[in-house]
């Protein structure tokens, strides 16, 4: 009998899909909790704009038509707030799209993409998919990327560099210092992918934004995504900015229609609501303060964030994890990033913050 791996991409079998943070209806069903708090996925606790919600609505009744498959109306808007061409803008279904689509076009058995250990999990899973490679390099302390480190370790079959900035589920960042010295080492024929998805959050003035380092020679990638700051998780939108070449090949490779109506609608209106950004940003900001100082009186090691989210050092992610389910709160056990003293907290409302704080104090 013919076995469908040995069709495959090498590489391929060997995949563990990606664990998501645990559904708050799975927890429901399988532990009878009436109301679960997640603070697992990095989501935006405050819930989605009301004008998102709004655009929504009013644009239900045209379900029946394919969505824009070109985003021509979102492309536009992302262009204008960047100021830049709109064939420098490509509309994902999440950035995770555009990490697998670039992974697709650029590798292949043989090659090879780089990172850092402890980066998002996508970057390697998206890497062996198209049969390729991921080197996961060193972090300097364990927890920050070592950008010279990286540069190092590119080959001659290396076509991808991917950085996270903030990088998920350290929450760390590297600084400009350190990302223009990168920029100078790494070849001309080399993809770099800047990872920003928790961009908005950031207040650290060393943090650089890659979008001012774009020109037509270096073939930078950067990628943001409305699934944070903008709590559309749900919608699936994100975007890559990048040489004109390069959003021509991902416009060759994806699906016609990638991105759903609603969410070119949704994120449109989301974008404007300054409101609520505000609002997520003074969320956070007071619920990083707590947590970390809730952590500091329990003696637990943790590292500071620059985004939305906590990695803590509780001994044994796992078991904590396990024991924090059945008390009603979902964080993400962290063995599958190579942290497994370590769970990643995301931060929540106050109450929920509040809850996970009693919980934590409870299991440990
Ligand atoms: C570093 C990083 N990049 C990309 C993403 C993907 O976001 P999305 O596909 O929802 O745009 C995430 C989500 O957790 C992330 O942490």
Request: aromatic share 8%; hydrophobic share 40%; proline share 7%.
């Amino acid at each position: 009998m013919f076995k469908p791996e040995d069709l495959v991409q090498p590489g391929v079998a060997a995949i563990h899909p990606y664990e998501p943070g645990k559904p708050i209806e799975e927890v429901q069903r399988e532990l009878g909790i009436a109301e679960p708090v997640k603070l697992a996925s990095n989501e935006n606790p405050i819930g989605p704009s009301p004008l998102a919600v709004r655009a929504i609505r009013d644009a239900l009744s045209e379900l029946n038509r394919y969505p824009d498959g070109g985003s021509w109306a979102l492309v536009h808007k992302i262009a204008a707030r960047h100021k830049v061409n709109p064939n420098r803008i490509f509309i994902g279904s999440g950035s995770c799209e555009i990490i697998n689509l670039l992974a697709f076009l650029f590798l292949r058995p043989g090659l090879n993409a780089v990172s850092s250990e402890h980066a998002f999990v996508i970057y390697q899973l998206a890497s062996a998919a198209a049969g390729g490679s991921l080197k996961a390099v060193p972090m300097r302390d364990g927890y920050t990327f070592d950008l010279d480190a990286i540069a190092t370790a590119v080959d001659d079959n290396t076509r991808i560099v991917f950085l996270g900035n903030p990088n998920n589920p350290t929450g760390t960042i590297y600084g400009r210092a350190e990302w223009k010295r990168f920029l100078k080492q790494i070849p001309e024929r080399m993809v770099i992918v800047a990872d920003e998805a928790y961009f908005e959050f950031v207040s650290d003035p060393d943090y650089p934004d890659s979008l001012e380092d774009h020109d037509d020679t270096r073939m930078l990638v950067t990628l943001r995504t409305f699934s944070k700051i903008f709590g559309l998780a749900g919608l699936r939108v994100g975007y890559a900015v990048a040489r004109p070449d390069i959003i021509s090949l991902l416009n060759k490779v994806r699906q016609p229609f990638n991105v759903t109506s609603l969410g070119q609608i949704a994120v449109m209106a989301g974008m404007d609501d300054e409101e609520h950004v505000r609002r997520t940003l003074a969320v956070n900001s007071e619920g990083i303060r707590y947590l970390e100082g809730e952590f500091k009186r329990l003696g637990i090691p943790y590292v500071p964030s620059h985004a939305n989210f906590i990695l803590a050092d509780v001994g044994s992610g796992r078991a904590v994890y396990e024991k924090l389910l059945r008390a009603g709160v979902i964080v993400r056990p962290m063995d599958g990033y190579g942290y497994p003293r370590h769970v990643r907290i995301s931060v929540g409302l106050p109450e929920e913050n509040r809850k996970l704080v009693a919980a934590l104090k409870k299991v440990l």
